[in-house]
């Protein structure tokens, strides 16, 4: 078995992918803290041939989580942000500081759609940008969902907006407070990822298919005006792409991976652009 890890600031997501199969025998998510205990944060070790992992929470929580597998495991791989990889050129001034998790969707995007705009809503909403060609532009990082309900300590940071609601009615006001900074919020996530999916496209003169990923991605997507697709193993996609273990990795085949969406034509995204200015 393979395990991949996806180490966030917030949650810590796991799966177990068998190595001969490449089918995923079962997933998990546990709180991010500092010490990782066998059996209860994470699976069976004994089934265990080789770990992957992506990390963005702190030093310290990395080196004890590979520590911790490395008395267990006989390979442990962990994803580095880097100048460059797979043909993917990193658009930072100083690439190690760009979020591997972000890398990873870049990485991921790149190999299925050969360019894309990759969004990651989690704690945080990242949107980054990777051409055709393979040059990554760089990004953009907004509070996600949960971190705008909190900061406006309102006492309604527990009361979640319904994936299953529509867009339609996540836009319209709020006739209680709780619905008044859910539409808010919601309202601000994707205008935001709309508008940036719009200039960024303009600039380039290119219309990027988007991908989206993240524990907030499904709730996302339902307010997003251009063609796109919900890939939520997109870290793990640039995982699998930058460490290949099973044939299908090698062959280029990523778990889970959607059908590329085909965008709109550049002529609508910058008539859509334009009547936005104009409000």
């Given at each position: 078995?393979i ?30 803290r ?33 520590a ?23 658009g ?21 759609a ?24 760089g ?72 991908l ?9 997507s ?35 991976a ?22």
């Amino acid at each position: 078995m393979i395990l991949d890890l996806d180490i966030g600031n917030t949650l810590s997501k796991w799966r177990l992918k068998d190595s001969d199969s490449s089918e995923i025998r079962s997933r998990g998510a546990v709180w991010t803290r500092e010490e990782w205990r066998p059996g209860a944060d994470i699976p069976d070790l004994d089934v265990v041939e080789a770990v992957r992992i992506s990390s963005v929470a702190r030093r310290a929580v990395l080196e004890e989580t590979v520590a911790l597998l490395r008395r267990r495991v006989g390979t442990v791989h962990v994803a580095r942000s880097a100048h460059e990889a797979l043909g993917v050129t990193n658009g930072y001034e100083e690439p190690g500081k760009l979020g591997v998790d972000r890398w990873m969707g870049a990485l991921a995007g790149y190999q299925l759609a050969g360019g894309c705009c990759a969004v990651d809503c989690g704690s945080a909403i990242t949107v980054d940008f990777v051409l055709p060609g393979g040059r990554h532009l760089g990004g953009y990082i907004l509070p996600g969902l949960r971190l705008m309900k909190e900061s406006l300590k309102l006492g309604t940071r527990n009361v979640a907006i319904d994936p299953d609601s529509e867009a339609q009615a996540l836009l319209e006001p709020g006739r209680r407070t709780v619905e008044a900074v859910n539409h808010g919020i919601y309202m601000a996530a994707v205008s935001a990822v709309n508008r940036i999916y719009s200039e960024v496209c303009d600039q380039q003169d290119v219309a990027l298919p988007m991908l989206l990923t993240g524990g907030d991605a499904r709730v996302v997507s339902r307010g997003i005006q251009v063609p796109h697709a919900v890939w939520p193993d997109m870290v793990y996609g640039g995982l699998e792409a930058c460490f290949p273990l099973t044939a299908a990795e090698r062959a280029g085949r990523l778990s889970g991976a959607p059908e590329v969406p085909a965008p709109v034509a550049m002529e609508k995204i910058r008539a859509a652009l334009a009547f936005s200015m104009l409000l």
